[in-house]
């Protein structure tokens, strides 16, 4: 007896063959000495979020011209379908985690709302217009990056070249 199988939509896959890595991202406000703007936020960078997780938004460097502030509870999932973002990120020379930031009006900080490892994901956002910054991955996400992206990321097979036409054979060749 034949089984049968059903097609399976992405959204009821997994995100990912181990647990999510869970994540804080460190912004930074520079305060700017010249008439075109007086601060300057960016992404800093990424950690592992302890455990415990802490209080978001928590000053962790302050002088006085640079703050950094530590926003925690982000979790990195993969998805099948940025498989070839994240393999076009991990053999870059130097792969990134892209942090999609927005400034509050209220209290004027800029805080992070997504993250992804994906160079597909973070080039959308970024043509998209967003405030988007990358920032070094860490070095302990690369095996499993790289583990997920050998199971599930196939390159699309090169296409034959064609001719214009038949009468041009030789000549006018789009490959």
Known sequence: MAETT?????SELPASPAAPYSLAVIMERTRLGDRWGSVQWEA???VRDSPAGGISGQVIVQDERVTQYLFSGFQLKLRIDEAEGYFL???SPQPK????WRKDDEDEIARPRHITVSFNEGARWMDGGAAV???TLPLDLLP???EFVERHYKPEPKKKGRWASNKDKGVGFRG
């Open 133 to 135: 910054d990358g920032v």
């Open 6 to 10: 059903r097609a399976v939509p992405l």
């Open 144 to 146: 499993w990056i790289g």
């Open 89 to 91: 990120n991990i053999t």
């Open 97 to 100: 985690v892209f942090v999609l």
């Open 44 to 46: 800093k960078g990424v």
